[in-house]
């Protein structure tokens, strides 16, 4: 419903600068209500032709001072700020650097920013290496973003992944497992499940 509010009034304001739309972002985001949370971030996605690197920077402040919940998270990581990083993959280094951040958004961001380039079928090596990182993260939702992140390399790299997870399963929180191996065929599904004794 959000995203029709979101097209119908970016139309009016469309022809304004990145910088004067940006600071639109902003004063919806500072609202609090999750509705215009989406139509900021929606919006910011509909700037992707005008990013620049400098604009990390605002996505990054962003993510610090807006997102407290898994749905903000993914919404600007698989929007926005994952097309950002499609876009301009040099940032990849500084992502890696949030899986080791006390913040869990920023650890959940981690992973959940690079699906926007994965289902592009890019970044599968980054992806396994974020993985890595966060492999024994106690948090549900970082465990759970990291499987997401699994889950979708698994729809163009099944083997790969099913590598992955058949070399880290015995350490794998299996709420991570489980996300990662959601979309294999059901033989490697019960492979991956099959507990070693």
């Not at 919806?28 to 005008?50: H, M, P, T, V």
């Not at 929007?79 to 869990?104: C, L």
């Not at 926007?116 to 939702?141: H, V």
Request: proline share 3%; charged share 35%.
């Amino acid at each position: 419903m959000f995203r029709k509010i979101s097209a119908k009034y970016f139309k009016a304001i469309r022809d304004c600068s990145k910088i004067e739309i940006f600071d639109l972002c902003r004063e919806l985001l500072e609202s609090g209500y999750g509705e215009e949370r989406g139509i900021a971030f929606d919006w910011a996605y509909r700037l992707k032709e005008y990013y620049e690197p400098p604009d990390f920077g605002i996505f990054k402040s962003w993510l610090e001072k807006y997102v407290h919940s898994w749905g903000s998270c993914d919404n600007l990581c698989t929007g926005a700020f994952g097309e950002f990083i499609f876009q301009f993959p040099e940032f990849i280094t500084e992502v890696k650097k949030w899986t080791e951040s006390k913040n869990r958004w920023f650890r959940r961001a981690s992973a959940v920013i690079m699906i926007y380039s994965i289902r592009r079928e890019r970044k599968l090596k980054t992806i396994f290496q974020i993985a890595d990182e966060l492999l024994l993260d106690e948090d549900d939702l970082v465990q759970k973003g990291y499987g997401w992140m699994l889950k979708e390399a698994s729809n163009n790299y099944p083997e790969e992944v099913f590598n992955y997870v058949m070399k880290n399963k015995k350490k794998m929180p299996r709420t991570a497992l489980r996300y990662a191996i959601e979309k294999l065929s059901p033989e490697l599904k019960k492979e991956a499940m099959k507990k070693d004794f």
